[in-house]
């Protein structure tokens, strides 16, 4: 029995390193702007910056 | 090449982007890929706002050339060259490099409103050299 748990919980730990390690890292959500000049702006999800463009986006994509 | 046969050579050749359009410099469509007129001018109206957006997200207002913006549910991404401007909108996780790639290839092949290269007109002899 207590081999049993030993091994269930080694089970336990083994995915949740691989998930840790080599499962997707969350949204890909991402934004990036060039301008003339040479210049580029990369914005984070969660800025005001990115929030704009995505809902612009978004109504983009409704159509 | 005229905007309409590049827009649909760029439809042809991308299997990633779901709907393009194309405009001038002072935001006039030259071609569509959508045969609804709403659908195009949504897509129009939604290619000019990101722009205007993106500018002013910019250090000092300058002019943008590309904006890419990938959401869970699919991308936006415009491309200007001089006056022409192409936008696209894809589904979800779409190769942003490719699509960008092709979008410029469009953008490059649209004639621009006015001749390229104009002639400069001749100067006399006298003046030529300085």
Redesign the interface.
């Known amino acids: 029995m207590r081999k049993l748990v030993r091994l269930a919980l080694l089970v336990l730990l083994a995915v949740w390193a691989w998930r840790k390690l080599f499962g997707p890292s969350g949204?890909?959500?991402?934004?990036?702007?060039?301008?003339?000049?040479g210049?580029a702006?990369v914005?984070e999800p969660g800025t005001p910056?990115f929030e704009?463009?995505?809902s612009?986006?978004?109504?983009?994509?409704?159509? | 090449m005229d905007a309409a046969k590049a827009l649909a050579e760029l439809m042809e050749l991308s299997s990633q982007i779901t709907?393009a359009v194309a405009l001038d410099g002072e935001g006039s469509v030259l071609a569509v890929s959508?045969e609804d007129p709403a659908?195009a001018a949504?897509?129009t109206a939604?290619?000019l706002?990101?722009v205007a957006?993106?500018e002013d997200?910019?250090?000092d207002g300058?002019?943008?050339?590309?904006?890419?913006?990938?959401?869970?549910?699919?991308?936006?991404f415009v491309v200007r060259e001089g006056d022409r401007i192409v936008?696209a909108?894809t589904g979800p996780?779409p190769t942003s490099g490719l699509v960008v790639y092709d979008l410029r290839t469009c953008v490059q092949a649209i004639e621009p409103a006015a001749p390229k290269r104009k002639r400069a007109p001749r100067k006399p002899k006298g003046e030529a050299a300085e």
């Open positions: 949204s890909d959500e991402r934004a990036g702007i060039s301008y003339a000049d210049s702006v914005l910056g704009r463009l995505a612009i986006t978004r109504a983009a994509l409704r159509t | 709907a959508s659908a949504s897509l939604s290619t706002e990101l957006a993106a997200l910019g250090a300058g002019e943008v050339t590309r904006v890419e913006v990938e959401l869970d549910e699919g991308a936006f936008a909108t996780k």
